[in-house]
């Protein structure tokens, strides 16, 4: 394998990783914040944070399933084979 597609692979799994990571953290840190100031507010604690760790968790996995179906799409486009091109017929 050439020096340069390993790189790229490594670059490819780096933005991956990048992209999973922030899908994971950012709704896991703002719907907890909301759960945890929605329950000092109105003293349900800790009902909305429990809601809002809930609906992270959907969250999350809707993005992370688009983001696998994505880059596998894209492994198949890269590993499909290039379309032959078709000669003229000289009849």
């Known amino acids: 394998m050439p020096s340069s597609d390993r790189n790229n692979g490594l670059w490819v799994a780096i933005g991956f990783a990048w992209r999973l990571g922030y899908s994971i953290a950012v709704p896991l840190v703002i719907l907890l914040l ?32 688009r983001e696998a179906f994505r880059v ?15 000669k003229p017929d000289s009849k």
Not at 41 to 62: A, D
Not at 74 to 86: M, R
Request: charged share 20%; proline share 6%; glycine share 8%.
């Open 34 to 65: 909301a759960g945890r100031l929605l329950d000092k507010k109105f003293g349900t604690s800790p009902w909305f944070l429990l809601v809002g760790l809930g609906i992270s968790f959907v969250i999350t996995n809707i993005l992370m399933f």
């Open 72 to 86: 596998m799409r894209q492994a198949e486009q890269e590993d499909a084979p290039a379309p032959k091109s078709k």
